[in-house]
């Protein structure tokens, strides 16, 4: 890969690598085509990280401890957990021969949020958080970007999260589309049931976790799982449906 070759951190890392040193390296790269004539799957999120960085003079975990973790009270959202939380991170886990085991170090080491360098934050990856703090997450969202009182985003800025800003990729027929950071669920995708009310949106982890959430309901799902290279799970969109078939009015 060519990333790999130029030495560019992809995701996260245990090894003493700076968001800044990474996309310093990713802006000597060729681009795969000129901005606006595809969509393509990128580290445009860790470029977004750093350019936070350069604009708030801090450090990208110090801005979001700063500008979003505490204000909401979301001590247990960390990208490397302090030292008295690490016990509590659940290793993760793959399938092999019918029973789980924990996944073994490959191309990244899976406990890198209690090891090593400690240094990357980036845009893109690498936090680790519990269901709670991440249902308060969603919560300023379904409130128009405030919570308790504390205004994080404006409800326009939200609004411009939630709006339509891939419609060229899959064309108006499409279920879902891309806000910025969310899929988002259109009306022919509500129509078909099961899924949630017209604007759900939701997205997922790198080691399976899920979420979503409904504004017309006012409802949010999280499913929290530390998983690897398991087949056939359908425990994502199976969990959205019973959520949706809980509520009773």
Do not use: C
Request: hydrophobic residues 35%; without cysteine.
């Amino acid at each position: 890969m060519i990333y790999h070759k130029a030495g560019i951190t992809d995701a996260f890392t245990t090894e003493p690598v700076t968001l800044n040193e990474n996309i310093k390296k990713l802006a000597k790269m060729p681009l795969h085509h000129n901005p606006g004539e595809k969509y393509t799957y990128s580290e445009g999120l860790d470029v977004l990280g750093y350019f936070i960085e350069i604009v708030s003079g801090m450090p990208f975990d110090e801005f979001l401890r700063k500008r979003l973790f505490d204000p909401l009270g979301m001590d247990d959202t960390w990208f490397y957990l302090p030292d008295h939380k690490a016990s509590r991170l659940v290793s993760v886990q793959e399938p092999k021969d019918g029973v789980w085991k924990r996944l073994p170090v490959t191309v990244y080491d899976p406990d890198y949020p209690v090891k090593g360098a400690k240094t990357y934050f980036p845009g893109g990856a690498g936090l680790s958080s519990t269901a709670k703090d991440y249902a308060t997450f969603l919560q300023m969202y379904l409130n128009g970007g405030e919570l308790n009182g504390k205004r994080i985003l404006s409800r326009t800025t939200v609004q411009a999260i939630m709006a339509n800003q891939n419609n060229t990729v899959w064309g108006e027929d499409a279920e879902w589309y891309y806000g910025l950071a969310f899929g988002v669920l259109t009306e022919r995708g509500a129509g078909k049931g099961g899924q949630g009310s017209i604007g759900t949106f939701n997205w997922g982890g790198y080691f399976n976790t899920s979420y979503f959430a409904d504004p017309a309901e006012k409802t949010i799902g999280i499913l929290m799982k530390q998983t690897q290279n398991q087949r056939n799970d359908d425990t994502g969109w199976k969990s959205v449906i019973f959520v949706g078939q809980a509520i009773v009015d």
